[in-house]
């Protein structure tokens, strides 16, 4: 780790300790937007790691902008982080000013086709998008969608799209979006030469792989933590010999899930990482199936309550594991292209997974 990216995760780490308590991320389940961490965040430049300077960010490499969305795992931040660093990642590629407002992205990998149409000195779009995280929240609206040019991507104002609300598990807004005919200036749109739909749910999943490694991080350290602090006969519970057991266990889920996301990073960095986040979305969705009942096993009824912030992470891991595909539906699709493989591809194809062939 250079010294640049150890000042981003430190200083990260430092906002989210301050920022981001339970009582917060509690707050924001009931609709209070957590306004303060949003602007801290800005204000130290969060909001644009991993676009250049040149290009209007804070520089620092898309590995450094992931590594902000793992802390914020960790800390189940209630915040549109995610989005919004991936919406400038795609405007700076585009073109587009970036964005320091609550941002979130809309495409039509889960909902109908999204269409741009060019008039004379404006574009319409229509369609819509579902399960839009922070779609109220929102200050701007980052869509893709396809044009007779190719595809194309808008800032649109929430003000002009119906927006349903909904939510996931952890009580994160999922909303659904209604494009009807909305007009935007050609000033706000672009062509997408790199991107497109396919493209974006494969980040998407590198996304999602990232966060749910954090809260992963997070259930260990809290049950690591309270088997410590639980007594039970006279002793904490950790110097029990099926207590150390599960945590092995879950500190192996943990490792692993560290492991494989590091090499989707790497790989996506480089830009051949498709099966390797395919491999991630599967690797850390089954240890977040396996970790999580650990986790609760060994912080017992507690770990239900509303008190205890184990939930917050355990909730977050259940939900994200479904979003940008779960570990079947990426499963079944590496499988099918392994298959596809002849004889002589599969060895190959094998060893391009590891993390030596993608430095």
Known sequence: MNEISQ???ETTEKIMKDLCTKKVVEDAELGHFPKELWKTLVETGMTTIGVSEESGGSGGSLADALAILRIAGQFSAPIPIAETLLSNWILSKSGLPLLDKPTTI???HNGSEIKFHENSNSWTISGS???VPYARYAEAIVVIGESEQGNMVAVVD???CQIEQGQNFAGEARDDLY??????QSKLVSRLKDINDTHFFYIGALVRVVQMTGA???ILELSVNYSKERIQFGRPIAKFQAIQQQLAILA???????????LAIKSFEVGNGEKQIMAAKIRVGEAASL??????QIHGAIGFTEEHSLQLSTRRLWSWRDEFGNESYWANKLGKEVLSLGADDLWPFITSMNSKSVV
């Open 252 to 262: 192996g889920e943990v490792s692993a899930a560290k492991a494989v996301t590091e």
């Open 158 to 160: 929430p003000s002009t």
């Open 179 to 184: 494009f009807k005919d909305i007009m935007v």
């Open 7 to 9: 000042i981003i995760q």
């Open 216 to 218: 992963l991080e997070r």
């Open 106 to 108: 809309a495409s039509a």
């Open 129 to 131: 998008a579902y399960d």
């Open 291 to 296: 970790g999580t009942p650990i986790a609760h």
